[in-house]
């Protein structure tokens, strides 16, 4: 099995900063690393697929990148709706999926 | 407009069983493979169990196989999971979640529902 190993775990910061939350993998995934966010009480939305490619509606401040086993989420000026839990998820091995632990981002 | 809705989750004696049905709508349900993800009180995200288009192919993560079952019926786009023998490990929010496969060919989970709590507890 894959295990997928985010960095920090807890993440405090303020409105404007640039923050860089890091996910690594146990074995080689290519570029098969999605990023999401969730919100207290709501499902997770995806942000970035295939390690670096932007979903449709997501604001450019996030970006991803990476390949092979270390990845990285970068927000480049942060939002006060950008406070919430970041998950890394490889589909490498599809049909099953493993996640990251996750990485919670607060307001310092 | 896509829409999951998860539903059949409650509270359950350990041992017991559950079904979870999530109906979907505003997509082609049987072109989709599906999934469900669970997420403990307080917890990250654990994949649960994966089901191809046609259910030739069914995957589940270890810490449920042997006693949860996924199931699909393309013609009333519907995705269920048979839940039996619970265990309070088992205690979470289950959501059922599209996998989207682009020209890339990186699947992702693109569209989710809102949840179903299922509680395992005496």
């Known amino acids: 099995d894959i295990q997928m190993t985010q960095s920090p775990s807890s993440l405090s910061a303020s409105v404007g900063d640039r923050v860089t939350i890091t996910c690594r993998a146990s074995?080689?995934?290519?570029?098969?690393l999605n990023w999401y966010q969730q919100k207290p009480g709501k499902a997770p939305k995806v942000l970035i697929y295939?390690?670096?490619n932007l979903q449709s509606g997501v604001p450019s401040r996030f970006r991803g990148s990476g390949s092979g086993t270390d990845f990285t989420l970068t927000i480049s000026s942060l939002h006060p709706e950008d406070f919430a839990t970041y998950y890394c998820?490889?589909?490498?091995?599809?049909?099953?999926?493993?996640f990251g632990q996750g990485t919670k981002l607060e307001i310092k | 407009e896509v829409q999951l809705v998860e539903s059949g989750g409650g509270l359950v004696k350990p041992g017991g069983s559950l079904r979870l049905s999530c109906a979907t709508s505003?997509?082609?349900?049987?072109?989709?493979?599906m999934h469900w993800v669970r997420q403990a009180p307080g917890k990250g995200l654990e994949w649960v169990s994966s089901?191809?288009?046609?259910?030739?192919?069914?995957s589940y993560a270890d810490s449920v196989k042997g006693r949860f079952t996924i199931s699909r019926h393309n013609a009333k786009n519907s995705l269920f999971l048979q839940m039996s023998n619970l265990r309070a490990e088992d205690t979470a929010v289950y959501y059922c979640?599209?996998?989207?496969?682009?020209?890339?060919?990186?699947?992702?989970?693109?569209?989710w529902g809102q949840g179903t709590l299922v509680t395992v507890s005496s």
């Open positions: 295939g390690a670096s």
């Open positions: 089901i191809s288009t046609s259910s030739s192919y069914l």
């Open positions: 074995q080689s995934i290519s570029s098969y």
């Open positions: 979640a599209r996998v989207w496969v682009p020209t890339s060919g990186w699947p992702y989970l693109d569209f």
């Open positions: 505003g997509f082609t349900f049987s072109d989709y493979t």
């Open positions: 998820q490889q589909s490498y091995t599809t049909p099953t999926y493993s």
